[in-house]
């Protein structure tokens, strides 16, 4: 078994074990790993610096890059470190260099995703380095870890994004995707119009086009927003850029907005 599913099936069992915090720093001193190789006051810095990277990753992913950064210089480039790294990277415009350290810290230590918020970075830094079949392989397992999200709207945009690759990159896999729109609908939470849009294009693609008036509301284009960033954004669920297309043409829509044409997200 790839040893991320086999970490991902065995972390399931609590969300305690998600937290963003490495594992070498949440037990005693000369418990794991960092403390065997630090001394104790370069241990406890190590683990500091990580605490503040996520503790400024949102706000200010720059200064998480640089307490990364010192963190790696004190005990190297450990899966934990790397993590830490690739999240800041993404938010910073950079998912090729994101995507390429989240590989680094997978292949050395499956456990560096038991946090679900950072295979969801993962997931998202594949997506935006055209990594097509490793975004598909990381949404199905985030799926399957989403109810140890602490918030709704990650929940479902979780949901909705993982549809969108199914839909994009998946030949076939349009039940799959309404499977997970099906989930994405009992906590819409002002994201309607992206739910509504990827199962009426399922239901075109299935060839189900008679249930397509089950579909309540049929959103437009402009209900959705700008089209997908090639970056990243914490403010809309992300499409693959081709699915946007194939949205806009389910939806009887033809010509870009003019007001959408070169802008840069």
């Known amino acids: 078994m790839n040893p991320l599913v086999l970490a991902l099936v065995l972390d399931l069992t609590t969300a305690a074990q998600a937290s963003p915090r490495p594992r070498e720093c949440r037990g005693a001193a000369g418990a794991d790993g960092v403390w065997a190789r630090l001394r104790d006051a370069d241990a406890q810095r190590y683990c500091e610096l990580l605490a503040r990277g996520y503790a400024r990753l949102a706000q200010t992913p720059k200064e998480a890059l640089l307490a990364a950064q010192s963190a ?8 934990a470190v790397r993590v ?27 456990h560096a995703f038991a946090d679900a918020k950072a295979l969801h970075d993962y997931a998202r830094a594949a997506s935006l380095a055209g990594q097509a079949l490793e975004a598909v392989r990381l949404y199905r397992l985030l799926v399957s870890r989403v109810t140890l999200f602490d918030e709704a709207r990650e929940r479902a945009f979780v949901q909705i994004e993982a549809a969108a ?12 995707a309404l499977g997970y729109l099906t989930q994405a609908r009992q906590q819409a939470l002002g994201l309607s119009a992206w739910i509504n849009g990827l199962r009426l294009l399922a239901l075109q693609q299935s060839g189900r086009a008679e249930e397509r ?22 403010q809309l669920p992300l499409l693959p850029p081709a699915l946007w297309q194939a949205l806009r043409v389910a939806l009887g ?10 802008r840069a997200r």
């Open 72 to 79: 790696e210089s004190l005990a190297g480039a450990r899966p």
């Open 84 to 110: 830490l790294s690739a999240r800041a990277q993404l938010r910073l415009g950079e998912p090729q260099l994101a995507y390429t350290q989240f590989q680094l810290a997978e292949g050395a230590d499956a």
């Open 165 to 176: 690759h199914v839909l994009a990159h998946v030949q076939g896999g349009a039940d799959e």
């Open 213 to 234: 008036g089950l579909v309540a509301v049929k959103p437009t284009m402009a209900a959705l927003g700008a089209p997908p960033s090639a970056q990243f954004s914490g």
């Open 253 to 262: 829509e033809r010509a870009e907005p003019a007001v959408n044409k070169g």
